[in-house]
Every structure is written in C-alpha cells, then in structure tokens.
C-alpha cells in the first residue's frame, strides 16, 4: 500500500504592510505592460519584527484582461539588526471594474478581489525562515499593500 503525503495546513507566520511610491507605468515592452511599485518603507511583524527598508519595488506585468503578475522584491531590517530578503511572486485579479477602481486608490472590499502570492524568504541570520514555504493574502490599498504570510506546513 502507498504512504499518502500529509495534508498541509496554514499557520500564520508574519505580517507585512508595505508603503508604496508612485507607481511607475513603463507602457508596453517586449513582455507586456510593465509597471514598477517603489516600496519606499513598512513594517514585518510576527515570527520576524522589523522594517521593510526603502529600495524594493513590485515589477508587474498587467494582463489584457486587467490581471497583474506580481514580483515583489524587498528587505526588512529586524529589531536584532538582521537582514531578510522577501521575494513575493503571484496574481491580482477580479471584475475590470473593480481592478479599475483599485488602481484609483478606492477603498475597495478584498473579497471582491483575488490578490494572493507565494513568499519566499532569505535571511543569513534567521535559517529557520529559509526552511518552509509561505502563501500569502493581500489587502491592495490606495498607498500602501498589506498581506499575511502563512507557512506551509
């Protein structure tokens, strides 16, 4: 008889909220419609505490029917003074009304949206962290972006 894998479950690992400049719209390139998202601060909170420096960007690739690709990549700086590095790779989809109403900056319900990502996470001082796989659901807001990790187990 063949073992059965186990069933992964989520636990929450950390949260993140971070600030974004301007976003940067590059009109279309040889790989579509790209445009870049500085995050130009934040926070991590939960199994890392720190701030998630200024540098980072989202490179996005906007779909033809109005779906992004996210590529997150940032950095933290923890309480401790340790690096992570967080690389966020997923999808923000929904009606085009509503994809047009976030891209406005309204207030827009996340339910009415599918905005979620696979986080991976690299950090000398925190191996442990570099040992699981994260999933992770995001809160698209008119300034900021907002999202909770949970690790795979």
Do not use: C, K
């Not at 279309?28 to 505490?49: E, K, L, N």
């Not at 540098?55 to 779906?67: L, N, T």
């Not at 997150?72 to 923000?92: N, P, Q």
């Amino acid at each position: 008889m063949p073992t059965i894998p186990p069933v992964p479950t989520l636990e929450p690992a950390f949260d993140v909220v971070a600030e974004l400049g301007p976003i940067e719209d590059h009109g279309m390139t040889r790989v579509g419609h790209r445009r870049v998202v500085p995050i130009v601060g934040g926070a991590i909170t939960g199994v890392f505490d720190g701030e998630i420096l200024p540098g980072g960007a989202d490179w996005q690739i906007v779909r033809a029917d109005g779906s992004i690709e996210i590529d997150g990549r940032y950095s933290a700086r923890g309480r401790d003074g340790s690096l992570l590095y967080l690389h966020a790779v997923g999808v923000r989809s929904g009606d085009p009304e509503v994809l047009e109403a976030l891209l406005a900056g309204a207030d827009v319900d996340p339910a009415d949206y599918y905005f979620r990502a696979v986080v991976t996470v690299e950090s000398a001082a925190h191996p442990e962290l570099e040992r699981a796989v994260y999933v992770a659901s995001y809160v698209r807001e008119a300034n900021r972006v907002r999202y909770r990790a949970y690790r795979v187990t």
